[in-house]
């Protein structure tokens, strides 16, 4: 089955609305990332956090190891926010990412 | 100065054909890898790369073959190309020091369209 579960598929959202984007994963993870995929394809790693909770900007990620899971808030959206979030947990030295979070942030 | 470099960006590719995909990293990491990500399915693992040895290959088809010429180096070469090779194969390094489990770092990525 999938390993990497996110949640919700799409969103849309009016800026300056937060977004709260979920992942679930099915085995305790070496290492927790969120990336940003812009429309144009390339990846942008967020944050790294494998518990616990980190801030960057506007961006906080909560990782609650036990319960696999983890959440990545987005405060105060802006247009430029548009496009795919992605999880992916280590295991064996290889990531497995989740599907994925479509955003788009509307004026 | 990108750290990581995939080339060519774009890639048009006739089915049964050969083709190298070439990626080079900057960043002094010990640890590369292959991932592919096709229209259907979320990015996926294909290879590992350690110190220019095969640590994990999780690619069913031996049409795939990485190939390490030096430490920064990890090309991907694919045979007998088949339509639904098309998708965006990205490159990815790491420290990887004492068998730790570091962050990997992403290149752009090369899509390949195989008609």
């Known amino acids: 089955g999938q390993q990497v579960q996110q949640s919700p598929a799409s969103l849309v959202l009016q800026e300056g609305e937060n977004a709260e984007l979920q992942c679930n994963f099915s085995?305790?993870?070496?290492?927790l990332q969120w990336f940003y995929q812009s429309p144009g394809g390339s990846l942008v790693s967020l944050l790294s956090?494998?518990?616990g909770t980190k801030h960057t900007g506007r961006l906080t990620s909560t990782t609650v190891t036990k319960e696999r899971r983890s959440s990545l808030h987005i405060s105060s959206s802006q247009t430029t926010d548009s496009g795919t979030y992605l999880c992916a947990r280590t295991g064996n030295y290889k990531y497995v990412f989740g599907a994925g979070t479509r955003l788009k942030v509307i004026a | 100065d990108p750290k990581i470099i995939q080339k060519p960006k774009y890639l048009v590719a006739v089915t049964g054909s050969e083709k190298i995909l070439i990626c080079e990293q900057y960043l002094g990491h010990n640890a590369m890898y292959w991932y592919r990500q096709s229209a259907k399915k979320p990015l996926e693992f294909m290879f590992s790369?350690?110190?220019?040895?095969?640590?994990d290959n999780q690619t069913a088809s031996s049409r795939f073959q990485p190939q390490s010429s030096k430490k920064n180096h990890l090309d991907l070469q694919i045979t007998a190309l088949k339509p639904d090779d098309s998708a965006t194969y990205f490159c990815?390094?790491?420290?990887?020091?004492?068998?730790?489990?570091?962050?990997?770092?992403f290149g752009p990525g090369t899509r390949l369209l195989v008609l």
């Open positions: 956090n494998p518990s």
């Open positions: 990815a390094s790491s420290q990887e020091e004492g068998g730790r489990e570091d962050t990997q770092y």
């Open positions: 790369y350690s110190y220019q040895k095969l640590m």
């Open positions: 085995s305790t993870a070496t290492q």
